[in-house]
């Protein structure tokens, strides 16, 4: 009986013990195609705007629909169609820029893409992101798509003064940008080139400190955790599909990841020996606990 009761006691605990398998949340990703290189929309000019969507399949008598939402264009519904090549989703739409303020030579313009299901009329939103695109004319960027000029030593020194590696707490602030590898790479005696590795330092450090100057405004609580921002860089310093990659768990603190970026746009220009045409940038933007 001894023996009966211990596998009894061993069924009931495993039932109490079961833990169901995890479902990864669905990915929604953004694309572009623009009308230049300089990596900025023309007022004006049309473009096609699209997503990607992994992990959600719409269930019996449902479809799924993508909707686009921003104050500079109109409201556009698109059905979100099997992508023959792979499992997901894709939806594209065709946008049109809004013209510029006055004196301006590049704007942010926020779009809202929601998911939903669509039953009969009904629509059912599951899920919502925020993503932002800079329209300009591509006369405020350089002909070429890229600065032949190297900025110098001094300005470079400006633009990294009092940028911390640590946090408040004395924490290495360690953000995500390729390369993986990032290094400063002298040259001799003379007055330093701004090669790739120190580029994305700079970029690092300068989106980390203000940063901290931002979070250090939020109220007790609004924290949340650390924070992820997408872009894509263009080789003028212009940024596309700013959005948050991963959220802190607060709205206010990913709003705030955003204007931190948009605030310092555009960057500095590519350095020569950086010949991408675009860089996808993953930014790691932690948050201190006070």
């Known amino acids: 009986m001894k023996g009966l009761t211990l596998i009894v006691a061993a069924a009931v605990l495993a039932v ?14 953004f694309d572009l195609v623009l009308p230049n290189a300089a990596g900025l929309l023309e007022p004006g000019q049309a473009f096609d705007f699209s997503v990607r969507l992994r992990g959600l399949k719409p269930g019996r008598g449902e479809e799924l629909v993508v909707i686009f939402e921003s104050p500079a264009f109109p409201t556009r519904l698109v059905s979100l169609d099997s992508d023959t090549a792979s499992t997901d989703l894709t939806a594209s739409t065709q946008l049109t820029s809004r013209p510029l303020a006055v004196n301006a030579t590049s704007q942010p313009v926020r779009v809202e893409v929601s998911v939903a299901r669509l039953v009969g009329l009904r629509l059912q939103t599951v899920l919502q992101r925020v993503v932002y695109l800079t329209v300009g004319a591509p006369s ?13 030593a001094n300005l470079l020194a400006a633009l990294l003064v009092d940028a911390p590696d640590v946090d408040r707490n004395g924490r290495p602030v360690e953000p995500l940008l390729p390369p993986d590898d990032i290094r400063e790479e002298g ?14 330092k700079q970029i690092r450090e300068t989106v980390t400190k203000r940063w901290q100057q931002e979070v250090a405004l939020l109220r007790k609580g ?8 997408q872009f ?11 959005r948050i990659e991963r959220s802190s768990g607060n709205a206010t603190t990913d709003e705030t990841a955003l204007r931190t970026v948009l605030g310092l746009h555009p960057f500095p220009p590519f350095p020569p020996d950086i010949r991408e045409s675009s860089v996808d940038v993953h930014l790691d933007l932690p948050v201190s606990k006070r």
């Open 16 to 29: 109490f013990t079961w833990v169901p398998p995890v479902v990864a949340a669905p990915l929604l990703g």
């Open 140 to 152: 405020a960027a350089s002909s070429g798509g890229r600065s032949p000029a190297v900025p110098p």
């Open 187 to 200: 040259a001799g005696g003379e007055a330093p080139a701004v090669s790739g590795p120190l580029y994305w």
């Open 222 to 229: 609004q924290e949340g955790q650390g924070v992820r921002v």
């Open 232 to 242: 894509r860089l263009y080789p003028t310093g212009f940024a596309q599909l700013i």
